[in-house]
């Protein structure tokens, strides 16, 4: 395999570019201190990752070289001037995300993870849509059909590991989270509360048997939708580096 030792050798240049930044005078102390510790940091994840390598990316790895040449080759006062100090600190932030992602683009089990985070969401969101229509709520239908749209926007930006498409999970979650907590708590007063499934029965103009199995299942959806989406987010948050 070729990806390993390209790997090492873009460690290399990131541990030289460490040496270029200790010489600017164009960066406050503090900021020098700032892309130093990226850079370090960026520079072990891609040495740990060569000795790890499962899967021969050749031409990724050649990108993550290029990238850190061009990085080392900006890394000097006049260099800074030229292109800008924004410039110059966003580089460096993305090529510290680069070195967090890439294990997942050079082995296949963490890749496999991530798609069991996404699995693990989508899952969660399709209970809820589901928990929706049980629930039989106009309300809830219409907040359904208006976060339908960054749903589905997350789950797309997801699958391409998008990290606006882990904003839009977070941001999507709470409304179907509560929505779980209320079926729960719902139809489990319901269940317990002498009576109640008759006068439900009486109002909607069912049989008991029915209202009680209704109930039942829109407890365990709602338990299973609770967990599927707090467990996906916890997954995706752990996974969250794969995403750029």
């Not at 809820?128 to 309300?139: A, R």
């Amino acid at each position: 395999m070729k990806s390993p030792s390209i790997l090492e050798d873009t460690a290399e240049v990131l541990e030289a570019t460490v040496s270029n930044v200790e010489r600017l005078t164009v960066l406050s102390e503090k900021e020098k201190g700032k892309v130093i510790s990226l850079l370090r940091e960026a520079a072990e994840n891609f040495r740990r990752l060569s000795k790890n390598v499962k899967n021969d990316n050749v031409e990724l790895a050649e990108f993550f070289y290029k990238k850190a040449r061009e990085l080392k080759a900006m890394s000097t006062d006049r260099g800074i001037e030229k292109g800008g100090k924004k410039e110059f600190m966003e580089r460096v932030r993305k090529m510290n995300l680069y070195s967090k992602s890439a294990v997942y683009d050079f082995d296949p089990d963490m890749l496999k993870a991530l798609k069991r985070a996404y699995r693990t969401y989508i899952f969660g969101m399709t209970a809820f849509f589901l928990l929706v229509g049980v629930y039989m709520s106009q309300i809830m239908a219409v907040t359904a059909l208006i976060l339908a749209i960054p749903i589905i926007l997350s789950m797309l930006s997801l699958q391409r590991r998008g990290y606006l498409g882990l904003l839009l999970a977070y941001s999507a979650a709470p409304i179907p989270i509560i929505q779980g907590v209320m079926g729960l708590t719902y139809g489990w007063k319901q269940l317990t509360t002498p009576g109640a499934i008759d006068k439900i029965a009486e109002i909607i103009h069912k049989s008991p048997s029915f209202v009680e199995g209704w109930l039942i299942f829109m407890v365990i959806l709602s338990a299973v939708e609770l967990y599927l989406i707090i467990y996906g987010l916890y997954l995706l948050y752990k996974h969250r580096h794969a995403f750029l």
